[in-house]
C-alpha cells in the first residue's frame, strides 16, 4: 500500500470511529489541568490516540523513505564513481573518486590492483570502458591510436607507448621528435634516432646530429650505420669527438677500431686510433689492438717498453707469444679488460 492511500484509509477510519462515538454519545467531556481546561465532544477525544498514532505513523514512513532514498542515491552515485574510478586507472590518471558506501570503498580498493587493459576479450556494459580497453591493447600490440579525446595521462606508460609506435610508425614523426628534443623523452628521442638510422641516409643523419645530445648507444649505432654507409661518411674528426664525449671505455674504444678497421684505410685507422690514444689514456688498448693486427710489432714494443710492468700485461704477452712463432691475436684469447 503506497503512503497516499494509507493516509486517505487512515483518515476514513478515524471519521468511522468519530462518527460511530458521536451517534453513541454527542455530549462533551472536560479535561482539567493545573488550571487549564480544554472541552472537547466525546468523539473527538476517542478520535484523538488514533489521530497522534496516525501522524507518528507518517512521520515514521517519512523518515525511514527519506533514509532509503539517501541510501538508494549513494548506491546510485558510487555505482557512477567507481566506473568513473576504472576509467581514471585504464587512463593512468590519478582518480579524486570518493564513496559513501563500504561495498564499493572496499570494490575501489581490490579494483585498483587488478591489470583490466591486459584482457584481451574485454567485456562490460559500458561501452566507453570496452573502448578505452580496446585502444590500450592496440596500443600494447604495437599500433599507433589517436587518443587526443581520451584524456590519457601524457606522462602514463600508454601514452608513452602510443609516441612510440609513432615513431615506428611515421619516420616524418620521428624526425620531428629529434628536432624538439626538449618536448620528449630520452626513450622517445633514442627510439625516433634509431627509426631515422634505419630509413634516411647519412645525409639526414648528419644534418640533425649537431643540436643533438647522443649517449653512447646512440653514437656506437650511428657508428654502425657510417659503416654501413660510405657516401657522405662521418669524418675522422667527428668520430674523434663522439667518442670522447660519450665517455667510452677500454672495451668500447677496440670495438670502435674494429668495426672501421675494414672501412678505412690502414694508415687512417691507425692514424684515428693513435690520435684518439693521445687525447685519452683508456684509448692505447685500441692503438696497440690495431698496430697488432697490422704486424706493426716495433710500434707495439716500443710503447710497451714505456709502460708500467703490470700494464697492458695482454698485449705484452702476444708479442711475447710472436716473438716465440706463436701467432695468436687479442681477439683469440678473448681480451677483455
Given amino acids: 500500500m503506497g503512503l497516499k492511500k494509507y493516509i486517505i484509509s487512515s483518515i476514513l477510519l478515524i471519521v468511522i470511529i468519530g462518527g460511530y462515538v458521536f451517534s453513541l454519545d454527542a455530549n462533551e467531556y472536560t479535561i482539567k489541568i493545573l488550571d487549564y481546561e480544554l472541552t472537547l465532544l466525546i468523539a473527538v477525544w476517542a478520535i484523538?490516540?488514533?489521530?497522534?498514532?496516525?501522524v507518528f505513523t507518517i512521520l515514521h514512513i517519512l523518515f525511514y523513505g527519506f533514509r532509503n532514498f539517501l541510501e538508494t542515491r549513494a548506491i546510485e552515485k558510487d555505482e557512477e564513481n567507481i566506473i568513473n574510478l576504472i576509467k581514471d586507472f585504464l587512463l593512468e590518471n590519478k582518480s579524486k573518486q570518493k564513496f559513501k558506501t563500504k561495498v564499493f570503498s572496499d570494490l575501489s580498493s581490490v579494483l585498483m590492483q587488478m591489470n583490466l587493459s591486459s584482457v584481451k576479450d574485454f567485456k562490460s556494459d559500458n561501452e566507453e570502458l570496452n573502448t578505452i580497453v580496446s585502444v590500450i591493447n592496440k596500443?600494447?600490440?604495437?599500433?599507433?591510436?589517436?587518443?587526443?579525446?581520451?584524456?590519457?595521462?601524457?606522462?602514463?606508460?600508454?601514452h608513452k607507448k602510443n609516441i612510440l609506435n609513432k615513431i615506428n610508425a611515421d619516420i616524418d614523426f620521428a624526425l620531428e621528435v629529434v628536432k624538439k628534443t626538449n618536448t620528449y623523452s630520452k626513450e622517445e628521442i633514442k627510439c625516433a634516432f634509431t627509426r631515422i638510422l634505419e630509413e634516411k641516409s647519412m645525409t639526414t643523419i648528419k644534418k640533425i646530429t649537431p643540436a643533438m645530445d647522443l649517449d653512447k648507444d646512440m653514437v656506437l649505432a650511428l657508428f654502425q650505420k657510417d659503416k654501413e654507409?660510405?657516401?657522405?661518411s662521418i669524418g675522422l674528426e667527428e668520430i674523434k669527438r663522439y667518442a670522447k664525449k660519450s665517455n667510452f671505455t677500454k672495451n668500447d674504444y677496440i670495438d670502435l677500431v674494429k668495426l672501421y678497421k675494414d672501412t678505412f684505410s690502414p694508415d687512417e685507422i691507425i692514424k684515428m686510433s693513435e690520435e684518439l690514444s693521445n687525447d685519452e689514456d683508456l684509448a692505447l688498448d685500441a692503438y696497440l689492438y690495431i698496430l697488432l693486427e697490422f704486424e706493426m710489432l716495433d710500434e707495439v714494443r716500443e710503447?710497451?717498453?714505456?709502460?708500467?710492468?703490470?700494464?697492458?700485461?695482454?698485449?705484452?704477452?702476444?708479442?711475447?707469444?710472436?716473438?716465440?712463432?706463436?701467432?695468436y691475436s687479442l681477439d683469440t684469447i678473448n681480451y677483455k679488460n
Wanted: glycine share 6%; charged share 25%; net charge negative.
Fill in 139 to 158: 596500443i600494447n600490440e604495437g599500433e599507433y591510436i589517436s587518443i587526443k579525446n581520451m584524456k590519457f595521462n601524457p606522462h602514463g606508460n600508454v
Fill in 229 to 232: 654507409e660510405a657516401d657522405f
Fill in 48 to 54: 484523538v490516540p488514533t489521530s497522534i498514532l496516525l
Fill in 303 to 327: 710503447l710497451l717498453n714505456a709502460c708500467a710492468d703490470d700494464e697492458y700485461t695482454a698485449f705484452k704477452a702476444l708479442i711475447d707469444l710472436k716473438d716465440n712463432g706463436k701467432h
